[in-house]
C-alpha cells in the first residue's frame, strides 16, 4: 500500500464519520405537543392552525398569538416571536420550530406550508350553495 | 377541442422523441448518415409538437378558459397578460413543458454545431432525456397505469367529487383561483426561464460524457462540452441571483439565501458544473483529469434530475417552503433518477480499465495536483449540500421522522472548504500562467500578496470588530483571494485580456466571501427600551400577566405617527404617512418611514408596503402581506418592513362589516374614503380609577372620584361627582389636570344629566365627564374635537441592518462577467478547432476520392 492511499482512506473515513456525527445531531425530529412538553427540548411540531380559536398579534409583547392543532388532536397556543408570516391564513398545514414552556409553544422559526395555493375547491363549494 | 388537439400535441411529441431516441441509438451504434438524419426529422418535429401544445396552454390562458383545471389553478380573469403568460410555467405542469423547450432550442443547437464523431450518440442522451420530461405531462392510462399529468386536463375531471359538477358536468367556473399574489412580480418573468434554460444546458456535458465513453473518444469531448458548461453554470448563477434578490427585496423572506432545499437544488448542479470545468480544463494538459471530468459532468446532471425529484415528488413535504405537492409522479421521476444515473454508472464502469491515466503520479507541486484537489473540495462541499437536502431520506438513519439540518450545519461545513478553495485558487493561478523552477521561488513570488493580504485583513478586522478567530482566518482567505487573483489578472490584462476570464471570476469569489460574512451580523435595529427590554427577558426577570416568565425577545416596534424613536443610538425613525395607493393592486397601501441618520446628519425616507392578498382572501378573513423596502448602501443594506397598523385594522374591520355580495377587490377600491367621513373616530375613553390610556399623541389618566360638596354642586343637583384626569401631550411632555363634572339634576319632575364641557386651551380640545358605568365602575370620558388632531395611527414595523448584501451582489456580478468572458474565450477555441477538423476532414476526403480514381 502506497503512504498516499493509506492516508486517503484514514481521511476519507474520518471526514465522513463526523460528517454524519455532526448531520445526525443537526436534525430534529418532528413530534406532537405531549412529546414536546415532555422533552422540553427545541422541537417541530406539524398541525393545523385553529381558526375559530382566538388569535392575533400582541402589541405589547409583539408577538403573534394562535391556536393551533398538531396530527395528534391536541391543541396548544404558539407564541410566534415574529409577525403573521406570509399566507398563514392559505397554509394546508404549518410547521412550528420552538420550546414548549408552561403549556405554550414559544416559537422563533415558523414553516408555512401552502402547495401553491393548490386544490383550492372552496370557491367551487360555493357555487353549489 | 383545444384541449384535446393540446393533449394530442403532447402525446404526439412524446411519441416522436421515442422515435428520435431509436434512430439516434441506431445512427450512433452503426453510424449511419440516414438514421441520424431520421432523427433530426423525427427530433424537430417533437419540439414543433412540444411548441404547438405549449402555443395551446398559454392561449387557454390567456383566454381564460377556466374549464381547463391548469387555467382555473393559476389564473384569473383580472390578470394582466404578463402574469397570464407567466401562469404558463407558474404550475408543475406548465414548467415541465419549459424545461423541455429550453432543452428543445439547446438540443437544435447542438444538432447544428457538434461535430460528426458525437452528434449522433449525443443527441441520443438529450433525447432521452426528453423522452422522460415529456413523460410528465402525457396524462394518458396505459394497462392501468397513469403515466403523467396533462395540463389540459378539465376542471370537471379534478374535481368530479364535487356536487356542482355531479349535477352539472358542463359547469364551468366563472372565475379561477388566481395566481398567488406572491408570483405577482416582474421576476417571475424573468427567473424560472433562465433556471430552466441552466437546467437543459447542463444536459449538455452530460449528453457528451456519455456519448465520449460509448464511442471510446475520451479526450476530444471537452472541447466543445467545455463552453457549453460555463453556459450552464452562467444560466444558473444568474438564476441563483435573481431568486436570491427576489427573496430578499420583495418577499420579505429575510435574507438571500436559507438553504432551502429548492435553492440548494440549483446550487449544487453549479458547484459540481464548477468542479466540472476545472478537471476539463486539466485535462487539456494532463491524464489525471479524465476520469474526473467525465464523473463531474455526470453527477451534475444527476443532481439536477435528483433535486428535480426532491422537490416534485412529494418528499420534502414540511421542509421547504417551494416544495411542489405530488402529482402522482413519484415513480415517474424515481424512473427517471435511475435512468440518468444508471447509464452513466453502467457506462463507466464498462469503459473504466480503458479510460486514460496517467503514466506516473503527478507531483504534489504542480498546478494539476493543486486545481484537481480544489475540484475534489468542490466535490465535498455539494456532497455536504446533499446529505443536508436528504435529511427527510438519509435523516431517518439517525432519527424518526427527521426534520431538515439547522442551517448551522451547512454553514459550518461549508466554511472551512470555502477557506481551502480560496488558498487554492491562488495557488493554481500562479502556477497556471507561469513556470518556477522550485518551490522556494514560487513561494517567494507569493510573498507579497501575502503581506499585502495581512495587512488589509488586520486592518478589516480592527475596522469591523469581528472578533471570531475563524471568521479572522476565513477573512483573510477571501483577501488573499483578491489579491492574489488580483495581481494574477493584471498581468494577464497586459498581455492577453481574453483570458482574465478565470481571474475576474476567483476575484468574484473572493468577494463573495466578504459578502457571506456579513450574514454573521444581521441585528435588529430597536429603541433603547426594546432594547432594555430584550436584556431583561434574557436575565429572566420578565414575567407576563399569570406569573410565567418571558422568554421571547421583540425584534420589532411600534411606532405611533410622528413620534420619533431613536434606535440603534443612531438613527431618529418617525413613522409620517399612511396611504392606500391602490399602485399595483386594490387596496395597496404605502408606508412613509423617515430616517435622520444622527451621525452623518442626513436624512432618508423609506416606503414599504402592505397589500391584501385577493386570491386568498374573502370578506370575512383578509390575508395581508409585506413589500419590505432595502435602502442600499455599500456597506450596510437597512431593510425595512411594516408588519402591521391601525390602517390595516381599519380596512379589515370595514371588510368585515360589509354584507353586500361585493367581491373582495371592489371593497377594497371603492368606499374607504366615504366610511372614513362616516365612521366615527373614537373619541371616548372609558377607565377605572388609577388607569391610563393612550388616545393619539395624548395619554389619558384618571387618578379617582371627587364627591362634591353641598356648596359645589349646581343647582337642583341631585348628585354629583367630578373626576380628577391627568392628560399628558407625550410629544412636548406638557401635563395638565383637570377636573370635569357630572351631576344627576332634577328639574321640572325630570332628572337629566349635567355634564359641561370643559374646554382646555393648551390643547385646543373639550373633555367632558359623560356617564359613569356602576357595573364596572368606568368613568367614560368624551374628548370632543380630538379628531382633528388625534389621528390614532401606528404601526408595528420592523427594521434590521444587514451589512455587505450588496457586497454579495457584486461577487455575483463579477462571477457572471468573468463566466461570460470565459465563455467567449472557449467558444472561440472550439469553432477554431471544429473548422480545422472539418478542413482537414474534408482535404482528407479529396485526397481519398484522389487515391481512389488513381488506383
Not at chain 2, 435573481?242 to 438571500?256: C, D, I, P, R, V
Not at chain 2, 476520469?291 to 422537490?311: C, M, W
Not at chain 2, 388609577?690 to 341631585?718: C, H, K, W
Amino acid at each position: 500500500m502506497k503512504p498516499r492511499v493509506i492516508i486517503g482512506t484514514v481521511a476519507i473515513v474520518l471526514f465522513t464519520s463526523l460528517l454524519m456525527w455532526n448531520f445526525g445531531n443537526s436534525l430534529g425530529s418532528y413530534v406532537g405537543f405531549e412529546e414536546a412538553e415532555t422533552s422540553g427540548n427545541r422541537v417541530h411540531v406539524i398541525g393545523k392552525w385553529v381558526p375559530d380559536m382566538p388569535h392575533g398579534f400582541d402589541n405589547q409583547r409583539m408577538v403573534f398569538n394562535f391556536y393551533m392543532e398538531d396530527n395528534y388532536g391536541q391543541v396548544r397556543r404558539i407564541s410566534y416571536n415574529k409577525p403573521k408570516p406570509n399566507n398563514f391564513e392559505d397554509a394546508e398545514s404549518l410547521v412550528v420550530v420552538g420550546k414548549m414552556r408552561n403549556g405554550v409553544m414559544l416559537s422563533d422559526d415558523m414553516l408555512v406550508k401552502c402547495p401553491s395555493k393548490y386544490n383550492d375547491a372552496s370557491n367551487l363549494e360555493m357555487v353549489n350553495l | 377541442m383545444i384541449g384535446t388537439i393540446g393533449s394530442f400535441s403532447v402525446i404526439i411529441a412524446f411519441l416522436a422523441s421515442l422515435g428520435a431516441f431509436v434512430f439516434y441509438f441506431l445512427a450512433a451504434q452503426k453510424e449511419n448518415k440516414s438514421f441520424e438524419r431520421t432523427a433530426h426529422l423525427l427530433f424537430g418535429f417533437h419540439g414543433a409538437m412540444m411548441f404547438l401544445g405549449s402555443a395551446l396552454l398559454v392561449y387557454l390562458l390567456l383566454t381564460n378558459q377556466f374549464q381547463y383545471f391548469y387555467v382555473y389553478n393559476y389564473t384569473s380573469s383580472d390578470l394582466s397578460n404578463v402574469y397570464l403568460w407567466a401562469a404558463f410555467y407558474s404550475g408543475q405542469e406548465g414548467s415541465f413543458m419549459l424545461w423541455i423547450l429550453c432543452s428543445f432550442l439547446v438540443g437544435m443547437g447542438l444538432i447544428r454545431w457538434t461535430s460528426d464523431t458525437y452528434r449522433a450518440p449525443v443527441m441520443f442522451f438529450m433525447t432521452m432525456t426528453h423522452v422522460f420530461l415529456i413523460s410528465m405531462i402525457i396524462g394518458v392510462t396505459v394497462f392501468g397505469v397513469h403515466i403523467g399529468a396533462s395540463p389540459f386536463r378539465l376542471t370537471s375531471a379534478e374535481f368530479a367529487h364535487l356536487p356542482v359538477f355531479i349535477n352539472n358536468p358542463s359547469f364551468i367556473p366563472a372565475e379561477g383561483s388566481g395566481l398567488n399574489d406572491l408570483l405577482r412580480s416582474p421576476w417571475i418573468i424573468i427567473h424560472p426561464p433562465i433556471i430552466f434554460l441552466g437546467f437543459a444546458m447542463m444536459a449538455i456535458p452530460f449528453a457528451y460524457a456519455l456519448a465520449s465513453l460509448w464511442k471510446r473518444k475520451y479526450h476530444e469531448w471537452i472541447y466543445p462540452a467545455l463552453p457549453w458548461t460555463l453556459g450552464a453554470n452562467l444560466c444558473l448563477l444568474v438564476a441563483i441571483f435573481l431568486g436570491g434578490y427576489w427573496a430578499y427585496e420583495t418577499l420579505s423572506f429575510g435574507g438571500y439565501w436559507a438553504w432551502d432545499p429548492v435553492e440548494n437544488a440549483s446550487l449544487v448542479p453549479w458547484i459540481l458544473g464548477t468542479a466540472g470545468i476545472h478537471t476539463m480544463l486539466i485535462q487539456k494538459r494532463s491524464k489525471i483529469a479524465h476520469k474526473a471530468s467525465i464523473i463531474f459532468a455526470i453527477l451534475a446532471y444527476v443532481t439536477i434530475v435528483y433535486q428535480t425529484f426532491l422537490t416534485r415528488s412529494g418528499v420534502l413535504g414540511d421542509s421547504s417552503v417551494h416544495s411542489f405537492v405530488d402529482l402522482g409522479l413519484y415513480n415517474q421521476l424515481l424512473l427517471f433518477i435511475m435512468a440518468v444515473s444508471l447509464s452513466g454508472l453502467l457506462l463507466y464502469l464498462l469503459r473504466m480499465r480503458e479510460l486514460p491515466s496517467p503514466e506516473n503520479e503527478t507531483p504534489m507541486f504542480s498546478r494539476e495536483f493543486f486545481m484537481f484537489s480544489g475540484a475534489m473540495t468542490l466535490l465535498l462541499v455539494s456532497l455536504v449540500i446533499i446529505l443536508g437536502t436528504s435529511a427527510p431520506i438519509i435523516g431517518r438513519l439517525f432519527v424518526a421522522n427527521p426534520t431538515p439540518p439547522q442551517p448551522q450545519f451547512y454553514n459550518d461545513w461549508t466554511l472551512p472548504f470555502a477557506i481551502a478553495i480560496a488558498f487554492l485558487t491562488v495557488l493554481t493561478q500562479y502556477l497556471w500562467w507561469n513556470k518556477y523552477k522550485d518551490t522556494e521561488t514560487f513561494a517567494g513570488v507569493l510573498i507579497t500578496p501575502t503581506i499585502s493580504a495581512s495587512i488589509i485583513t488586520v486592518a478589516l478586522i480592527v475596522v469591523s470588530g469581528v472578533i471570531n478567530i475563524i471568521y479572522m482566518v476565513y477573512l483573510f482567505a477571501a483577501v488573499f483571494t483578491i489579491i492574489g487573483n488580483g495581481m494574477v489578472m493584471a498581468r494577464l490584462i497586459k498581455l492577453t485580456p481574453k483570458m482574465i476570464g478565470g481571474s475576474v471570476t476567483h476575484i468574484g469569489f473572493g468577494v463573495l466571501l466578504i459578502g457571506f460574512l456579513g450574514a454573521a451580523y444581521d441585528t435588529p435595529l430597536l429603541d433603547r427600551s426594546t432594547i432594555n427590554y430584550n436584556a431583561a427577558v434574557e436575565r429572566g426577570e420578565i414575567f407576563d400577566e399569570d406569573g410565567f416568565r418571558v422568554y421571547q425577545t421583540m425584534d420589532v416596534m411600534k411606532l405611533d405617527m410622528n413620534v420619533p424613536k431613536r434606535i440603534n443610538d443612531r438613527y431618529n425613525v418617525t413613522f409620517t404617512n399612511a396611504t392606500i395607493t391602490h399602485e399595483n393592486r386594490p387596496g395597496e397601501q404605502q408606508y412613509r418611514i423617515e430616517f435622520e441618520d444622527l451621525r452623518t446628519g442626513r436624512t432618508f425616507a423609506v416606503h414599504p408596503v402592505v397589500y391584501p392578498m385577493i386570491a386568498n382572501s374573502s370578506a370575512g378573513n383578509m390575508s395581508w402581506t409585506v413589500d419590505p423596502e432595502v435602502r442600499m448602501g455599500w456597506l450596510r443594506d437597512i431593510y425595512v418592513y411594516v408588519s402591521g397598523s391601525s390602517l390595516v385594522e381599519k380596512e379589515n374591520n370595514r371588510i368585515e362589516n360589509q354584507t353586500t355580495f361585493q367581491a373582495v377587490a371592489d371593497i377594497l377600491m371603492n368606499g374607504y374614503e366615504e366610511s372614513l367621513r362616516n365612521s366615527e373616530i373614537n373619541n371616548l375613553v372609558r377607565l377605572r380609577p388609577g388607569s391610563t390610556r393612550q388616545l393619539g399623541q395624548y395619554n389619558i389618566r384618571f387618578d379617582r372620584f371627587i364627591n362634591m360638596t353641598e356648596s359645589e354642586l349646581p343647582e337642583n343637583a341631585v348628585v354629583g361627582v367630578r373626576a380628577r384626569i391627568e392628560i399628558i401631550n407625550l410629544q412636548t411632555r406638557h401635563a395638565e389636570v383637570h377636573e370635569p363634572v357630572y351631576a344627576i339634576l332634577f328639574e321640572d319632575g325630570v332628572n337629566t344629566i349635567y355634564s359641561p364641557p370643559l374646554s382646555i386651551e393648551s390643547f385646543g380640545f373639550d373633555v367632558m365627564f359623560e356617564t359613569i358605568d356602576t357595573r364596572t365602575d368606568e368613568a367614560h370620558f368624551r374628548l370632543i374635537g380630538i379628531e382633528e388632531q388625534v389621528e390614532d395611527e401606528w404601526i408595528i414595523v420592523a427594521i434590521e441592518r444587514k451589512p455587505l448584501v450588496s457586497v454579495v451582489w457584486l461577487g455575483t456580478f463579477l462571477l457572471m462577467f468573468g463566466f461570460s468572458i470565459a465563455i467567449y474565450r472557449r467558444w472561440g477555441d472550439e469553432r477554431k478547432a471544429y473548422k480545422r477538423a472539418r478542413h482537414y476532414k474534408d482535404e482528407q476526403e479529396i485526397a481519398d476520392k484522389a487515391e481512389n480514381q488513381n488506383s
